[in-house]
Antibody, heavy 119, light 107 residues
Framework: QVLLQESGPGLVKPSETLSLTCTVSGGSVSSGSHYWSWIRQPPGKGLEWIGYTYYTGSTKYNPSLKSRVTISVDTSKNQFSLKLSSVTAADTAVYYC???????????WGQGTRVTVSS | EIVLTQSPATLSLSPGERATLSCRASQSVSRYLAWYQQKPGQAPRLLIYDASNRATGTPARFSGSGSGTDFTLTISSLDPEDFAVYYCQQRSNWLFTFGPGTKVDIK
């Protein structure tokens, strides 16, 4: 059973860079069968796809966030990471990592980590 | 970017009733549509993929239908554990978008 777990600071200051890591257990990010993705959910709102990476390091980002997002993969640690630069209060959200099945669906998801942007 | 709209925003029903949720895409997504269930304080869970295929562990009372731009998620008889928010999601041109969600609450 594949499990994903997000980790990282729960509080980030405005204009700084948000950094999160997703650790995968029970499976390998190097499998080649899946992409690995980040999704966020602002308080009381819906879901927003951020982007995904493949074990080769290739990536695809949401056009609305592309200028600020970097997603990378570390196969040696079986992890993938998210960096979001120049954050504002609008980036306050629960951030989820998820596996992308058949290049189309998200399953499973991590439990999510809440990140607040505030000085 | 393909925009997904969901209706209604809120559906108030009683246990045992039938729920019908709609998801409409701004352009055709073929059958590349999934449905997720999210309960308070939890991560979303994949219910349906490829418009009509139940994911592992999805009860048979959940069914999906549709293709192109119009899709439906049906819960044949609401169980108390089904009261939650449901999101549709599409993949097109290797980009993903979610609908705004439909909340199914207890009448």
């Amino acid at each position: 059973q594949v499990l994903l777990q997000e980790s990282g600071p729960g509080l980030v200051k405005p204009s700084e860079t948000l950094s999160l890591t997703c650790t995968v257990s029970g499976g390998s990010v190097s499998s080649g069968s899946h992409y690995w993705s980040w999704i966020r959910q602002p308080p009381g709102k819906g879901l927003e796809w951020i982007g995904y990476t493949y074990y080769t390091g290739s990536t695809k980002y949401n056009p609305s966030l592309k200028s600020r997002v970097t997603i990378s993969v570390d196969t040696s640690k079986n992890q993938f990471s998210l960096k979001l630069s120049s954050v504002t209060a609008a980036d306050t959200a629960v951030y989820y990592c998820a596996r992308v099945m058949v290049q189309s669906w998200f399953a499973p998801w991590g439990q999510g980590t809440r990140v607040t942007v505030s000085s | 970017e393909i925009v997904l709209t969901q209706s209604p925003a809120t559906l108030s029903l009683s246990p045992g009733e039938r729920a019908t949720l709609s998801c409409r895409a701004s352009q055709s997504v073929s059958r590349y549509l999934a449905w997720y269930q999210q309960k308070p304080g939890q991560a979303p869970r994949l219910l349906i993929y490829d418009a009509s295929n139940r994911a592992t562990g999805t009860p048979a009372r959940f069914s999906g239908s549709g293709s192109g731009t119009d899709f439906t998620l049906t819960i044949s008889s609401l169980d108390p554990e089904d009261f939650a928010v449901y999101y549709c999601q599409q993949r097109s041109n290797w980009l993903f978008t979610f609908g705004p969600g439909t909340k199914v609450d207890i009448k």
